[in-house]
């Protein structure tokens, strides 16, 4: 691709390269820890990140697995962020790297710091050494540890790593300035002890490096250019430059900073994501309410669209929360092109066709797509008893009511002109159960009458060729902005009730008998759907992926 895009980020690459700085090269990295899966807030720093790599000739992007904490890390999450990845539409190639892999080397950059005297044992418990830090206002004062010797320290960290200490009683800390403004720069922790086992390098280690160590320094071995992170981070640039220079990489990464993608109504922190699967207030990562890759893919989301999002939305350097709106904006565009039109009645109700022969089907010319001509067409099935849904039958119509109700008319979508000439109730509830209708023969497609105009078109299925579904109705997952709850309130008590609806009596065409998981329709007058991998022969499922009418207000 050419660079179309423009951004701060990609200006500053751009000149970069125009200033031979990094001799031209371009290396980017996603870096996420597999400690959950991905979500949509990730998918804005994979577009922007491959993306960037991508659009510059030679340009590539790792794929890192910022795997330094040994207690929430899991294999699971490391196939499922592959897996995502590569849906998306990006290629690491064979440049996929685990910053666990960096462990050897990483203690050794530490033993260096500890020679030139920048590092240092601390052995203050965890609360001395914050009551130390000082606070925004006050300089941090130093630890009666600061001055031990070189030899001493090199001997306490060898002995950290060799595990004679428990955990919690040193760690090993840069030593920059107790004074810095910037209270990243007090002496930050590099090292902490922790006697557990991680899941790839096992016990092979009990000592782990912090991020603010670990990060930059895998940057700066994999020959990253520039180290593009989120705003939080901003304040640890210093940090990651000191790192850097003191630990004398041949490649001194530039961090650029954007902000992160917040969405309305959902949550986007892996540690909530994590409560609400734990606590099984979702079916899963991959529920369709999620605003995980997973969970969108399930409910219908497709690659492009989600890449056409993020895209629009742009990378800007103050925190911004983008409306859902805006996202259903761009699956619908996206479906609209190419989700294949299909019949399907979700509150089934019956309608019998009096004048039409008994026994007799005909099969009916249907359009595949309107926007797509290539899509061709399909045969449905009519017969005298179809399905119509109740939403489109009225017994007493309000003024703007154009559909069924005793005494009128609509057209069948793809068949005939058929009028409402009474209804059976059922006699217990006064429920109606059954249409009772007629047609005329005359009104379909090459008939004399098929260009009489009426009101309305509907769309049925018929009764004994339909396929049982069920749906899956999706709303917000959340009923207040996650960012407007009060802090000292449980956040889960805003979850929203309704974000699932199941309606398990839905009649759907036959041609779907077989549609396989995954595949995207649809429904006619409806709204897109997707099919669901619990559909058994038995039954379909389908989730709602987005209605048909746009909300999204310009
Ligand atoms: P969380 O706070 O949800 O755990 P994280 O930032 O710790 O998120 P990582 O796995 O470290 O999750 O993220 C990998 C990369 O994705 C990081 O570079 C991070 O900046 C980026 N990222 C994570 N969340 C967002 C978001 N909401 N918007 C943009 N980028 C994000
Ligand atoms: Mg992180
Ligand atoms: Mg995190």
């Known amino acids: 691709d050419p660079p179309t895009r423009s951004d701060f980020i990609r200006d500053i690459v751009a000149a970069d390269r125009a200033a031979g700085k990094h001799d031209g090269r371009v290396v980017t990295r996603f870096p996420p820890e597999p400690n959950g899966y991905l979500h949509i807030g990730h998918a804005k720093s994979i577009c922007l990140n491959f993306g960037i790599a991508n659009e510059n000739p030679g340009g590539i992007c790792h794929l890192r697995m910022d795997d330094t904490n040994p207690t929430t890390e899991d294999p699971e999450y490391v196939?499922?962020?592959?897996?995502?990845?590569?849906?998306?539409?990006?290629?690491?190639?064979?440049?996929?790297?685990?910053?666990?892999?960096?462990?050897?080397?990483?203690?050794?950059?530490?033993?260096?710091?500890?020679?030139?005297?920048?590092?240092?044992?601390?052995?203050?418990?965890?609360d001395d050494m914050r009551t130390y830090r000082g606070t925004l206002?006050?300089?941090?004062?130093?630890?009666?540890?600061?001055?031990?010797?070189?030899?001493?320290?090199?001997?306490?960290?060898?002995?950290?790593?060799?595990?004679?200490?428990?955990?919690?009683?040193?760690?090993?800390?840069?030593?920059?300035?107790?004074?810095?403004?910037?209270?990243?720069?007090?002496?930050?922790?590099?090292?902490?002890?922790?006697?557990?086992a991680h899941y790839r390098t096992g016990t092979r280690w009990c000592i782990y490096p912090a991020y603010d160590f670990a990060h930059p320094l895998s940057d700066a071995m994999e020959g990253i250019t520039h180290s593009i992170c989120t705003l939080e981070f901003e304040d640890h640039r210093p940090l990651y430059d000191w790192v850097v220079e003191n630990c004398g990489t041949a490649?001194?990464?530039?961090?650029?900073?954007?902000?992160?993608?917040?969405?309305?109504?959902?949550?986007?922190?892996?540690?909530?994501?994590?409560?609400?699967?734990?606590?099984?207030?979702?079916?899963?990562?991959?529920?369709?309410?999620?605003?995980?890759?997973?969970?969108?893919?399930?409910?219908?989301?497709?690659?492009?669209?989600?890449r056409a999002f993020c895209e629009a939305i742009g990378v800007a350097k103050r925190d911004a929360v983008v409306e859902m709106q805006l996202l259903e904006h761009f699956v619908r565009e996206d479906l609209n092109k190419r989700a294949p039109r299909v019949m399907a009645v979700l509150r089934p109700l019956r309608l019998v066709i009096e004048n039409y022969p008994e026994g007799q089907v005909e099969q009916l010319e249907a359009v595949n797509n309107p926007e797509d001509p290539s899509a061709g067409t399909r045969q449905?099935?009519?017969?005298?008893?179809?399905?119509?849904?109740?939403?489109?039958?009225?017994?007493?119509?309000?003024?703007?009511?154009?559909?069924?109700?005793?005494?009128?008319?609509?057209?069948?979508?793809?068949?005939?002109?058929?009028?409402?000439?009474?209804?059976?109730?059922?006699?217990?509830?006064?429920?109606?159960?059954?249409?009772?209708?007629?047609?005329?023969?005359?009104?379909?497609?090459?008939?004399?009458?098929?260009?009489?105009k009426v009101k309305a078109t509907i769309h049925w299925v018929s009764a004994s060729h339909a396929v049982d579904a069920e749906v899956r109705l999706y709303e917000s997952l959340m009923l207040t902005d996650p960012g407007k709850i009060p802090a000292d309130q449980d956040w889960t008590q805003h979850l929203n009730p309704h974000s699932l609806e199941r309606l398990p009596t839905c009649k759907v065409e036959p041609s779907l008998a077989s549609i396989a998981p995954g595949?995207?329709?649809?429904?006619?007058?409806?709204?897109?759907?997707?099919?669901?991998?619990?559909?058994?022969?038995?039954?379909?499922?389908?989730?709602?992926?987005?209605?048909?009418?746009?909300?999204?207000?310009?």
């Open 137 to 196: 206002t006050e300089p941090g004062q130093a630890s009666p540890f600061r001055t031990r010797s070189i030899e001493e320290n090199l001997d306490l960290f060898r002995r950290m790593r060799a595990g004679e200490f428990p955990d919690g009683t040193h760690v090993l800390r840069a030593k920059i300035d107790m004074a810095a403004p910037n209270i990243n720069l007090r002496d930050p922790v590099l090292y902490r002890i922790r006697h557990v």
């Open 79 to 126: 196939q499922a962020i592959q897996d995502d990845v590569r849906w998306l539409g990006f290629d690491w190639q064979d440049k996929m790297f685990f910053a666990s892999d960096y462990f050897e080397r990483l203690y050794d950059y530490a033993v260096g710091l500890i020679q030139k005297g920048l590092a240092y044992v601390d052995s203050l418990t965890a």
């Open 519 to 554: 595949t995207r329709v649809q429904f006619e007058r409806v709204g897109y759907f997707c099919a669901d991998p619990d559909s058994s022969p038995a039954k379909l499922v389908f989730n709602r992926t987005v209605t048909l009418k746009d909300t999204w207000a310009k």
């Open 251 to 306: 490649q001194h990464p530039q961090q650029i900073e954007f902000a992160r993608l917040n969405v309305t109504f959902t949550v986007m922190s892996k540690r909530k994501l994590l409560d609400l699967v734990e606590r099984k207030l979702v079916n899963g990562w991959d529920d369709p309410r999620l605003p995980t890759l997973k969970g969108l893919r399930r409910r219908g989301f497709t690659p492009e669209a989600l």
């Open 380 to 452: 449905v099935p009519f017969s005298r008893t179809l399905y119509i849904d109740q939403e489109d039958f009225r017994e007493d119509p309000p003024k703007q009511f154009f559909r069924l109700s005793p005494g009128r008319e609509v057209r069948l979508r793809y068949a005939y002109i058929i009028t409402c000439v009474g209804v059976v109730k059922d006699p217990a509830t006064g429920e109606v159960t059954e249409l009772r209708c007629t047609y005329d023969p005359e009104t379909k497609s090459g008939g004399t009458q098929a260009q009489r």
